[in-house]
């Protein structure tokens, strides 16, 4: 079993920063995908970015982002916490949604963004950018 726990959501300025931490607790895995998504209201849930390793061998993680994220958002990990990261820059209001956390234990050649391949959600955390 997994636990996912996000955190570090709030409320904050438009052109503000926050980071969100989700906390992993229960089974390690050597390879795994884990990920943020997020659901504005009245909008799907959509993937924001994902990181992928594995513990089979020497190659670093990659990471992805949505296109929409893509050079204000940072997504990181510390083994030593079993903790994901995401670092958000430059918020703006559209990025105000619930914001998710998931996992699973496979590393997916096509890549973190679909959310059916994830076996494991946190509850969510909500961000709210205002103008």
């Known amino acids: 079993q997994v636990q996912l726990v996000e955190s570090g959501g709030g409320s904050v300025q438009a052109g503000g920063s926050l980071r969100l931490s989700c906390a992993a607790s229960?089974?390690?895995?050597?390879?795994?995908?884990m990920g943020w998504f997020r659901q504005a209201l009245g909008k799907e849930r959509e993937f924001v970015a994902g990181?992928?390793?594995?513990?089979?061998?020497?190659?670093?993680?990659?990471?992805y982002y949505a296109d929409s994220v893509k050079g204000r958002f940072t997504i990181s990990r510390d083994n030593a916490k079993n903790t994901v990261y995401l670092q958000m820059n430059s918020l703006k209001p559209e990025d105000t949604a619930v914001y998710y956390c998931?996992?699973?234990?496979?590393?997916?050649?096509?890549?973190?963004?679909?959310?059916?391949?994830?076996?494991?959600w946190g509850q969510g955390t909500q961000v709210t950018v205002s103008s």
């Open positions: 229960g089974r390690a895995f050597s390879e795994a995908t």
């Open positions: 990181i992928t390793w594995s513990g089979l061998t020497w190659i670093g993680s990659q990471t």
């Open positions: 998931a996992a699973c234990g496979f590393h997916y050649s096509r890549g973190p963004y679909r959310e059916d391949d994830y076996d494991y």
